[in-house]
């Protein structure tokens, strides 16, 4: 039986141009969406993380996995040398050698008050 060895291609080449069409109208479909979200008329899910794990994320590499400082002060007993808000204006603010912006304001009263309990 003598095979032709075109075929394999042929069929390759429809698959493609039908992929192609298919992704094509999947993308017309999703530009409606997307435009809905650039005029706000879509909802938009924020996802806010726990404070445990924005500090494994962001702080730990300087205030150390026990918090007990390093490159960063020592994070036990915070709570004592600040109040809340000032945790707060910290994280969001940055203060000394520590960045602003490493919390999102959103999440920063969670933060704060977890940073604030911590012996």
């Excluded at 291609?9 to 997307?34: A, C, N, P, Q």
Aim: proline share 5%; with cysteine.
């Amino acid at each position: 039986m003598n095979r032709n060895p075109v075929i394999p291609y042929i069929l390759i080449f429809v698959f493609g141009i039908g992929l192609m069409f298919l992704l094509s109208f999947k993308g017309l479909g999703d530009m409606d969406e997307l435009a809905k979200e650039k005029e706000g008329g879509a909802e938009t899910e924020q996802v806010v993380r726990a404070p445990e794990d924005i500090y494994k994320g962001s702080c730990v590499s300087c205030h150390g996995d026990a918090y007990q400082g390093g490159m960063g002060p020592a994070l036990t007993g915070v709570g004592d040398r600040y109040s809340q808000d000032e945790i707060k204006d910290i994280v969001v603010n940055g203060k000394g050698n520590m960045p602003a912006g490493m919390v999102k304001p959103e999440e920063a009263d969670a933060m704060a008050e977890w940073l604030a309990n911590i012996k």
